[in-house]
């Protein structure tokens, strides 16, 4: 099944009105530097001196930290990552996910660069670099 994509409107007003989360699996530096408030951070991958690699406990982190029937909105900076986090989330039997296709920074047009759809910073809503300890990924971690 294909994930469903949705705008950063339309993520915002899942979260508003349906009690959907954010779930930004974006890098910790990423997530630290700004993201939606009250937003979770499960990077999907990690940023190392070699580059980004595959977080081996992606899924181990989100199964501790939120039910099968959870309903996540999940985003990155520009809609790559958190499509392949969304697909593998939804593998793994949850109902309720939904990728924000443009990301916290901007969907943009491969090849050129040229930016096709802002995200949610651009859109103007609401950023934080504050983040209670629960939602960050050491926090989750934790659980």
């Known amino acids: 099944m294909a994930v469903k994509r949705v705008s950063p409107e339309e993520a915002k007003t899942l979260m508003e009105a349906e009690g959907y989360v954010y779930v930004d699996v974006r890098s910790q530096p990423e997530f630290q530097a700004g993201h939606p408030a009250g937003s979770y951070n499960v990077p999907i991958m990690h940023m190392g001196p070699e580059g980004m690699s595959v977080n081996p406990e992606f899924m181990t982190v989100m199964e501790k930290a939120f039910p099968k029937d ?74």
Not at 80 to 90: D, K, P, V, Y
Not at 115 to 132: A, D
Not at 138 to 143: H, N, P, Q, Y
């Open 70 to 143: 959870a309903k996540l909105v999940v985003g990155c900076t520009a809609g790559g990552r958190s499509l392949r986090a969304a697909s593998i989330l939804e593998s793994a039997g949850y109902a309720n996910v939904v990728d924000q296709r443009a990301g916290f920074e901007g969907a943009m047009e491969p090849g050129t660069g040229r930016l096709v759809e802002p995200g949610w910073r651009p859109k103007g809503f609401p950023v934080s670099q504050e983040c209670p300890p629960e939602h960050t990924y050491e926090g989750l971690k934790a659980r």
